[in-house]
């Protein structure tokens, strides 16, 4: 099989770096990627296998080996799956509630990840399913998936960094006061229950910044974006504030407008991991979440 190798050429501002640093400091290629790398003499500098520690000058050509994917990562099952956008380098997929992105624990088929699999394999598309984030099961909208280990290592980065961007559609109970402002209250494991949250003064940082889209009698309609990404972070952050969101049992109380805590992935925004353009994707409310603000829209 013939070898592909990505040419990056060496900047001036780069000079002096060595081939580990520019490696691991501006293509973001990890520790354990560069063993790999350098087990296969995947580097090479000026048409010669490099060693990691020498030092690069301006217009040096470094080329560094495509390492392929050879499964999914997962079991590929048919299923249908909502593509919102689609490039050589990602995806951006519109998850269903009800469903897990991947498969955990007990569950070990029909998630998002899975009829992904079958997608690619489908389209003799050879790559891992790489998400870069998740949702909670019966949480619905964007979800994005990296095609190769590049993307997804300057994906992740970007999710790190909060250059990429999450926003999400929640009908509360009650309306909100102030009308928009943030959230901050750390969150850590619940003290008795395993597969919940709490908010607890030795947690991590957890900020929601919230504006208020639309009210009701005795709802509102939440525009949310998180600076942290911790898990049921938007759920448990407006139960604490004494604004659940409708539908969520476990941090709040069944609701007889939608089945589901009412919690919507609207929208994500990052830049393109090759290219030099911004991407903004969005996926439209799904019609349990539309009906209960109709009917909130009908109440006296």
């Known amino acids: 099989m013939m070898k592909t190798f990505s040419t990056h050429t060496i900047a001036p501002e780069h000079a002096g770096l060595t081939v580990e640093s ?3 400091q501006i293509l ?10 350098t087990r296969l003499k995947g580097i090479r500098l000026n048409g010669k296998t490099a060693f990691l520690q020498r030092k690069l000058q301006s217009a040096d050509r470094l080329q560094v080996l495509q390492l392929v994917d050879t499964d999914f990562g997962v079991r590929p099952q048919s299923g249908e799956i ?9 995806l951006v997929v519109n998850k269903p509630a009800a469903q897990l992105v991947h498969p955990t624990g007990q569950t070990t088929n029909g998630t998002l990840a899975n009829y992904l699999a079958s997608y690619l394999q489908q389209n003799k598309i050879l790559a891992a399913v790489r998400p870069i984030h998740r949702l909670d099961r019966d949480t619905s909208g964007c979800v994005i998936f990296a095609k ?3 993307s997804q290592l300057l994906l992740e980065q970007q999710l790190k960094s909060g250059l990429l961007k999450r926003t999400y559609w929640a009908l509360v109970q009650g309306v909100i ?4 402002g943030t959230i901050t209250a750390p969150i850590g494991p619940h003290p008795s ?3 919940r949250r709490a908010i607890t003064a030795h947690g991590q940082s957890a900020i929601t910044h919230y504006q208020t889209l639309r009210t009701f009698a005795n709802a509102a309609l939440l525009e949310l974006r998180l600076e942290t990404g911790r898990t049921h972070q938007i759920r448990l952050h407006l139960a604490h504030s004494g604004y659940p969101i ?3 049992g476990m941090y709040g109380v069944r609701s007889a407008l939608i089945a589901r805590q ?4 609207a929208a994500v925004s990052f830049k393109h991991p090759e290219e030099e353009r911004e991407i903004t994707v969005t996926a439209p409310l799904p019609q349990d979440f539309a009906s209960a603000l109709q009917q909130l829209a009908e109440l006296p």
């Open 246 to 248: 409708l539908g969520d």
């Open 82 to 90: 909502s593509i919102l956008y689609e490039d050589n380098d990602l």
């Open 28 to 37: 973001f290629y990890s520790g354990r990627k560069l063993q790999k790398l």
């Open 148 to 150: 190769n280990s590049r």
């Open 262 to 265: 009412a919690l919507h992935a």
């Open 193 to 195: 229950l395993p597969n």
């Open 177 to 180: 006061e102030p009308a928009a």
């Open 22 to 24: 520019y490696l691991k």
